[in-house]
């Protein structure tokens, strides 16, 4: 994991502290990368990424989310939204566009969410589409769907069934080195409070209402990127129907990216060097 990155804190819209990571090209900034992590991990382990994306010229911005990163470590904290629950992790993400904005003033921002965070990332495009220039979803299913079977009950390690059983997260990649350091990190492995994963279920029903994705602006590039055995989205039975909707909806500038064999987290997969390239051909070409 790179530790070459620098963290501040933000105001969030309520007065909270946003923690927010940052990495910087040595040189001149193309563009910049929005990422927002998933549930249970935190935005430091987006380095092996972002090293990838600053050589190309990308600055990158990661927050860690309500009751992850370090609050992770307050048992009354870990995997807690707050009073106000998913829409403020949300808000908070606008917030940090908003920064990024300022620190880059005139440069295209991708928002690129993994996993949870690519539930964040549909909700947000519903209300800020025009603040971004591209929109990047991984680990990501049609909500509805997922939340239908899954219940805001779903905790990860419900996952553990639906992958070989050495650890209860092999579910996440078929590289068992980066399953152990998933394990061995006391800031991964949780889930979230029962109140939060219902203001998620809550909050992401609206991705599902007919014709939803019509908020987004029609020239909105669009890259979904996953592996075809992500328990996620039910080895993509449910990503699919998020990739028809998208096109149904008018955006004409939808990529897909399928990895034969490829678990959860993609981009600790041991093809995760194909999947860091890909990632950043899609990026050339629309940031």
């Given at each position: 994991?790179?530790?070459?990155?620098?963290?501040?804190?933000?105001?969030?819209?309520?007065?909270?502290?946003?923690?927010?990571?940052?990495?910087?090209?040595?040189?001149?900034?193309?563009?910049?990368?929005?990422v927002?992590?998933?549930?249970?991990?935190?935005?430091?382990r987006?380095?092996?990424?972002?090293?990838?994306?600053?050589?190309?010229?990308?600055?990158?911005?990661?927050?860690?989310?309500?009751?992850?990163?370090?609050?992770?470590?307050?048992?009354?904290?870990?995997?807690?939204?707050?009073a106000a629950?998913?829409?403020?992790?949300?808000?908070?993400?606008?917030?940090?566009?908003?920064?990024?904005?300022?620190?880059?003033?005139?440069?295209?921002?991708?928002?690129?969410?993994?996993?949870?965070?690519?539930?964040?990332?549909?909700?947000?495009a519903?209300?800020?589409?025009?603040?971004?220039?591209?929109?990047?979803?991984?680990?990501?299913?049609?909500?509805?769907?997922?939340?239908?079977?899954?219940?805001?009950?779903?905790?990860?390690?419900?996952?553990?069934?639906?992958?070989?059983?050495?650890?209860?997260?092999?579910?996440?990649?078929?590289?068992?080195?980066?399953?152990?350091?998933?394990?061995?990190?006391?800031?991964?492995?949780?889930?979230?409070?029962?109140?939060?994963?219902?203001?998620?279920?809550?909050?992401?029903?609206?991705?599902?209402?007919?014709?939803?994705?019509?908020?987004?602006?029609?020239?909105?590039?669009v890259?979904?990127?996953?592996?075809?055995?992500?328990?996620?989205?039910?080895?993509?039975?449910?990503?699919?129907?998020?990739?028809?909707?998208?096109?149904?909806?008018?955006?004409?500038?939808?990529?897909?990216?399928?990895?034969?064999?490829?678990?959860?987290?993609?981009?600790?997969?041991?093809?995760?060097?194909?999947?860091?390239?890909?990632?950043?051909?899609?990026?050339?070409r629309?940031?």
């Open positions: 994991m790179s530790k070459g990155f620098r963290q501040v804190e933000i105001p969030a819209a309520d007065g909270q502290p946003i923690p927010v990571l940052s990495w910087l090209p040595e040189a001149s900034v193309r563009g910049v990368v929005q927002a992590h998933g549930m249970g991990e935190h935005a430091a987006y380095g092996r990424l972002a090293e990838a994306l600053t050589a190309a010229g990308f600055a990158v911005y990661a927050n860690n989310h309500r009751g992850h990163g370090e609050a992770a470590r307050v048992e009354s904290q870990r995997g807690n939204f707050g629950g998913f829409p403020d992790i949300v808000r908070d993400m606008l917030s940090v566009t908003e920064f990024a904005s300022v620190q880059h003033p005139g440069l295209a921002i991708t928002l690129f969410g993994h996993s949870m965070g690519s539930f964040a990332a549909q909700v947000y519903l209300d800020h589409s025009a603040r971004i220039a591209a929109l990047a979803l991984s680990g990501t299913a049609a909500t509805d769907l997922l939340m239908a079977v899954r219940g805001p009950q779903r905790k990860l390690e419900d996952y553990a069934g639906t992958a070989p059983a050495r650890t209860p997260f092999d579910w996440l990649s078929r590289d068992d080195a980066e399953v152990d350091k998933y394990i061995a990190d006391p800031l991964c492995g949780f889930s979230l409070t029962k109140a939060s994963r219902a203001s998620m279920v809550e909050a992401c029903a609206r991705t599902a209402l007919p014709g939803a994705f019509g908020a987004l602006r029609p020239e909105l590039p890259y979904l990127f996953t592996g075809d055995q992500d328990p996620v989205n039910n080895k993509l039975e449910w990503f699919h129907p998020l990739v028809e909707r998208l096109r149904a909806a008018g955006l004409r500038d939808v990529t897909t990216r399928m990895y034969p064999g490829a678990r959860h987290e993609v981009l600790n997969e041991i093809n995760r060097d194909e999947v860091t390239a890909d990632f950043l051909v899609w990026l050339g629309v940031a």
